[in-house]
């Protein structure tokens, strides 16, 4: 394995072993054999980025990880990663095992079709955040989303953001003859200072998995942690005009929109500390179209009557928001 200098990442061995663990839209994730990096204080995974359009190097993308986004939130609640060094040989094994998953039926049909970056020569190894079983720990896993409404939204709105855009995805889904999702919480319940809409809040995340007590811890932690009310702070002061007068391709308002789809990973052992990390916070690129799929997506929202509550779906959920009716 070569060794890293101040000007050149780690260079991962060409046949270390990956055993595929998940994948997103960007990126795929794999195990790797246990103390594979011993200078590393921390079990790691690897991630290594699709070929897609929108893809941004994985050197910049961790550039602006510890320059920018480490900057704006606390540094010991992130995620922690290393940029290392791949070998081609490693990729072309990478992409082989995937063929031969979508032979035998084992990738997501939506995932079919598209593989590992062959020109990308970097990739990140990230603290691994599955929780460990002989501390009988829980691994609380959610996304907060919109932490405050929009902008752009109408005066009067019944729904936030995120509840507006799950009404509509609800009726598109309807549509293609899909099953409706089950309606988790409404993310602006998680910060809304009610102790007691949070309580239930967090017992829909927890999904059964603690008790009433286990619950109220993580509550307390959350709450003494002030994690999401930072990342609710950081979407409010970089989107101060809403996505249809904002400046899109500016990186305030992408850094507003990356945190708007981060992840939270909590484990939660039966006795100790609790261990949160935020994830995905990769910054958002506008190009591709995306600036103009967030002006369009909104503007339907409104247009539309998801935010007020007056769409034309006589089957949709007229649930409204409480945290903005109270």
Not at 87 to 114: C, M, T, W, Y
Not at 200 to 221: C, E, N, P, S, T
Not at 263 to 285: C, H, T, W, Y
Request: with cysteine; hydrophobic share 40%; proline share 6%.
């Amino acid at each position: 394995m070569a060794s890293p200098t101040p000007s050149s990442p780690l260079m991962l061995p060409s046949d270390l072993p990956l055993s595929y663990l998940a994948e997103g839209a960007a990126n795929i994730v794999y195990t790797l054999p246990p103390n594979s990096f011993p200078s590393i204080p921390y079990p790691v995974l690897l991630r290594l980025s699709k070929t897609l359009p929108s893809r941004i190097p994985v050197s910049t993308s961790h550039g602006l990880y510890t320059s920018l986004i480490n900057t704006l939130l606390p540094a010991q609640y992130l995620i922690h990663q290393t940029l290392v060094s791949v070998h081609p040989e490693l990729i072309a094994r990478a992409n082989s095992a995937l063929h031969d998953f979508e032979a035998a039926g084992k990738r997501r049909q939506k995932r079919v079709g598209v593989y590992l970056a062959t020109d990308e020569p970097n990739a990140l190894l990230v603290e691994d955040m599955r929780p460990d079983v002989a501390r009988r720990e829980v691994l609380l896993e959610f996304k907060p989303k919109w932490l405050v409404q929009s902008r752009s939204a109408p005066v009067g709105a019944k729904r936030c953001r995120t509840c507006a855009l799950r009404a509509r995805n609800q009726l598109l889904r309807r549509r293609k003859g899909k099953a409706a999702e089950k309606w988790v919480f409404c993310p602006l319940e998680l910060v809304c200072g009610d102790e007691g809409r949070v309580e239930d809040v967090i017992g829909k995340v927890v999904r059964g998995r603690l008790d009433q007590a286990g619950v109220k811890r993580v509550m307390g932690f959350l709450g003494k942690a002030g994690v999401l009310e930072r990342v609710r702070d950081l979407q409010v002061r970089m989107d101060g005009k809403g996505v249809l007068e904002a400046d899109v391709w500016g990186q305030d308002f992408r850094v507003a929109m990356t945190v708007r789809d981060c992840s939270v990973f909590l484990k939660v052992p039966v006795e100790g500390e609790m261990q949160l990390r935020l994830a995905d916070l990769d910054l958002k690129s506008a190009g591709e179209g995306k600036a103009e799929r967030w002006k369009a997506l909104e503007r339907e929202l409104i247009d539309d009557g998801w935010y007020m509550g007056t769409e034309k779906d006589p089957e949709s959920d007229k649930t409204w928001c409480q945290a903005l009716l109270s």
